[in-house]
Every structure is written in C-alpha cells, then in structure tokens.
C-alpha cells in the first residue's frame, strides 16, 4: 500500500524532486481504522493465547482487559504493555 500513498516533492532550493512514501498509515484514508485493527487483532492473537486468565475486546484501538480479579487485571494490563 506504500506505493497508492506515494507523492512526489520538489525541494525549492535545487528544484529536484523526489518521491516519498508514507511510513505510517495517512490520517483521513476511509480503510486507516479497518486495517490499523485488523493488525491489532494479529499482534494481540499470541497474548490471547498466553494469558487464558484474562479476556481481551477489542475495537478498532480501543483495547478493553476483563479478568475475574482486580490484581489479575493489573497483571495483564501490564504484561500486554
């Protein structure tokens, strides 16, 4: 996708002119929340499987940890940063 996003610039002092690509995903593209999601949800998916005390919800980047224990969700919380 870094190639849909590429721009050229042309430096005004040489006038040369060079094209860049984004390295992050461009703030106002419709797809940004849906893809930034869907490589959340993956990252997250090796968590998940280590820490079965805890249930993890996911929207989007809003990340929401449940656990039966007010320690225990501490204990993810931390474990997951």
Not at 8 to 17: A, I
Not at 39 to 57: A, C
Not at 64 to 69: C, N, R, Y
Not at 74 to 81: N, P
């Amino acid at each position: 996708s870094q190639e849909l996003f590429a721009f050229k610039w042309e430096n005004p002092k040489t006038g040369r002119k060079t094209q860049l690509t984004w390295t992050v995903l461009p703030q106002g593209f419709k797809n940004s929340p849906t893809i930034f999601g869907h490589q959340l949800s993956m990252e997250l998916e090796d968590w998940r499987k280590q820490e079965p005390r805890g249930e993890i919800l996911q929207y989007v980047d809003d990340i929401l940890i449940v656990a039966k224990t007010r320690d225990d969700c501490i204990q993810l919380t931390v474990s997951l940063l």
